[in-house]
């Protein structure tokens, strides 16, 4: 992992913080004068760090902002990939666009666009997803698994078991999947996935993971109370460090990936159903060719669902929105 | 079929091919003026299309050129959206990332890109592709089929069919096929096909199928001569008119794939398996993790090369270069 001045700076100060560090020592350990840490520091202060600095003692980092630009999610990153390259927008279409357009021009595996808002946010079957400015993370992540297509679905899996896993890292906050692609909290979504790829018809070239997370939104309107809720919410009502939240995420997706590519998807799938809310239950699947309501078993190697109906049918379900009956 | 003047203008004079057509009913078909017909009629000499044009008697058509610009594929093209709407490029690096970023931009189904020259052209896996000016047809077709991506390898085999019979009705060339994606003559290679999609991991959402044919090469360097030959080698020698080619072609394609969009991929395989050249012998298999000997049993329904090694197991291939074993 190679790291620009302006983040192993920021990882001094958030390794020593309330503590002085002298401006000498940075120089030296940076390898850069004192006028360029001056340079930093005040921008740093611009972007909502505060910094005290004081004559003879040196810089101490009092607070931090609740950014995600590049340099606030890598300082501290622990991965080898994942998040090492990040291209930071305020304002996209819509991160998924970006990160196809970067993935055809050949970007690195591990390659994530941040945005802080998007216009044009998708979700699953072309739907829209909502991205307003500041209280969610809006990201996708380019991977390049050697894998055929009917492989893909079981990214979004993994995706998902990496945000339960990073969540409750970051937050302590525990979550549940409901299949395909939602994080939930207690029945309200949190958390939606877009997995979409670009592939022969036997080799996958690229694998965009799209996440749209709702993380410091304070209220929904009435149409989406229901359905929707936020990791601040759910934390009575604190403020969640969106950096240290994508730091997490990352790690955990990391492991998991580097395990998956290893051993395949045995080991990702156990734990992927012991998180996921849909299984042993009653549940109504609504695909683009009708309704099916039935007992849902379990998931096949591929990630595809299976639902027995009252006739002891079992059905493969590869696209679905699903309804778990409130009876079961 | 929406036609453009130019187009109906080639129609008319392509159907009283060696007879004359008065300017005035020309005129008076197309609803546009005498002097209209004369300035389409001097285009399309400049492009090599002879026309005697007499007093009192009118145009006649004496001889076509080869080209493959949209209203010489177009005119007396009988398919409803299949090469309905055509983009034709002189040079393009390479049709399928043109196909691809139409496609994203929402380019309707059956929409193809054609080029005379490709300066980056891509095979299967990343390779390069020749596709020099002038002799071959270098084209993608955007396709929208509502299938899972697992489908996609089933386009690839579909689009093998309808090029082996469009060949066959354009010229009385018989081809075979060799899985996955070559069309052959004598063995020798004749055409390539690679299918690339976009896709969310449960749904197809564009298939580009890029088709490369030597069609007029007259001929091939020595380390290319006993693996690639072209229509016209294998005509005696007689150029083969490309419009006509390509006409035949979308036509079969747009038969078989509405079939396939109705009833499923069960007739097409049939069809599939009685042009393979491959099935039924011992061939070698070489995929990315190792190498594989044994009795070419069939295809799965979802196109998956099924092979059986010497102590009896079958293997499912989903994607390899495959060799015949000369003594099979």
Redesign the interface.
Do not use: I, K
């Given at each position: 992992m190679v790291q620009s001045i302006r983040e192993k700076l920021l990882a001094m100060l958030l390794e020593n913080k309330d503590t002085y560090i002298s401006g000498q020592m940075i120089s030296e350990k940076l390898g850069c004068s004192r006028t360029a840490v001056w340079k930093h520091i005040s921008e740093l202060k611009k972007e909502g760090y505060e910094v005290e600095g004081l004559q003879k003692r040196g810089y101490r980092l009092i607070s931090t902002p609740n950014n995600i630009r590049p340099h606030d999610i890598k300082s501290n990153l622990k991965t080898k990939f994942i998040g090492q390259k990040i291209v930071f927008q305020e304002v996209v279409t819509s991160t998924q666009e970006l990160a196809?357009k970067l993935a055809?021009e050949g970007a690195k595996e591990g390659t994530v666009v941040v945005a802080e808002q998007q216009i044009k946010g998708r979700g699953?079957?072309g739907r829209t997803w909502e991205s307003p400015k500041g209280s969610g993370i809006w990201m996708s992540l380019i991977i390049r698994p050697?894998i055929?297509?009917?492989q893909?679905?079981q990214?979004?899996l993994l995706t998902a078991v990496a945000i339960v896993q990073g969540i409750k890292k970051a937050t302590g906050i525990s979550c549940e999947i409901k299949w395909?692609n939602d994080i939930l909290i207690n029945g309200r979504k949190i958390v939606g996935i877009?997995?979409?790829?670009?592939?022969?018809?036997?080799?996958v070239?690229s694998i965009i993971i799209g996440m749209g997370m709702n993380v410091n939104t304070t209220s929904f309107p009435d149409s989406l109370k229901q359905k929707a809720t936020s990791l601040l919410i759910e934390n009575d009502g604190k403020e969640i460090n969106r950096a240290q939240l994508l730091q997490a995420i990352f790690e955990q997706f990391e492991i998991l990936y580097i395990e998956y590519l290893k051993n395949g998807f045995e080991v990702i799938k156990l734990r992927w159903e012991s998180y996921a809310v849909s299984l042993g239950k009653i549940i109504t699947a609504r695909t683009?060719t009708g309704e099916i309501t039935g007992y849902a078993k379990g998931i096949t190697d591929?990630?595809v669902l299976l639902l027995e109906d009252y006739e002891g049918k079992t059905h493969e379900i590869?696209?679905a929105d699903i309804e778990i009956s409130s009876q079961s």
């Open positions: 196809q055809q699953r079957l050697n055929p297509p009917f893909a679905p990214l979004t395909p877009l997995t979409e790829m670009q592939a022969e018809s036997d080799r070239q683009l591929q990630g590869y696209s």
